[in-house]
């Protein structure tokens, strides 16, 4: 089953999709990381939009 854009409810608020070029779009620009941060954030704890948020603020503390 397609991605449908037009609905953004439930499990597409919680969840990166890194296939996908405007939720790395949007993303990216909601955490203040590049494309490529967000990515290897993923790679690093999943696609749960909260793990990856704090990754990237420990991440950034270093």
């Known amino acids: 089953m ?11 608020r919680t969840r990166i999709n890194t296939s996908q070029d405007y939720e790395v779009r ?3 620009k909601k955490f203040g990381v590049s494309a490529d941060q ?3 954030a993923v ?5 749960n939009a909260k793990d990856v948020e704090a ?8």
Not at 2 to 12: E, F, P, V, W
């Open 26 to 28: 949007d993303w990216s």
């Open 43 to 47: 790679k690093a704890v999943g696609p």
């Open 38 to 40: 967000l990515r290897e």
């Open 2 to 12: 397609a991605d449908d854009k037009d609905k953004s409810g439930g499990q597409d």
């Open 55 to 62: 990754h990237l603020k420990s991440v950034q503390r270093r």
